[in-house]
């Protein structure tokens, strides 16, 4: 079992910036993959970033690409999503996620690939 809790969302004005965090706890590996995905209302999750667990692998939804980094804190053991420039659409419930698997093996920008989900955390952009 890997246990996820998300923090960091608020209500903020477009052209802020914003940083989630997500603490990993339980039965983690380093060959793990960590994601970001969010869901806006009446829309699908979808994926916006993931890393692997060592942080030295990326991969970004090219409607964030540029303005969203993520990062791993592997002293907190912690997957950060540093989100700037943020526009209204950007407004959704994010979640973190862990997949049970290696960059090499999985696909990291596929939801069906994570195994592990957080509860979420809310993200308000005002235009």
């Known amino acids: 079992q890997v246990q996820l809790v998300e923090s960091g969302g608020g209500l903020v004005q477009a052209g802020d910036s914003l940083k989630l965090s997500c603490a990993a706890s339980?039965?983690?590996?380093?060959?793990?993959?960590l994601g970001w995905f969010r869901q806006a209302p009446g829309k699908e999750r979808e994926f916006v970033a993931a890393?692997?667990?060592?942080?030295?692998?990326?991969d970004y939804a090219a409607s964030v690409k540029g303005r969203f980094t993520i990062s791993r804190n592997i002293a907190k053991n912690t997957v950060d999503l540093q989100m700037n420039s943020l526009k209204s659409e950007d407004t959704a419930v994010y979640y973190c996620a862990v997949g049970l698997g290696s960059w090499t093996t999985l696909q990291p920008a596929e939801e069906y690939e994570y195994d592990y989900w957080g509860q979420g955390t809310q993200v308000t952009v005002s235009s």
């Open positions: 339980g039965r983690t590996s380093s060959s793990y993959i």
């Open positions: 890393t692997n667990w060592i942080g030295d692998s990326t």
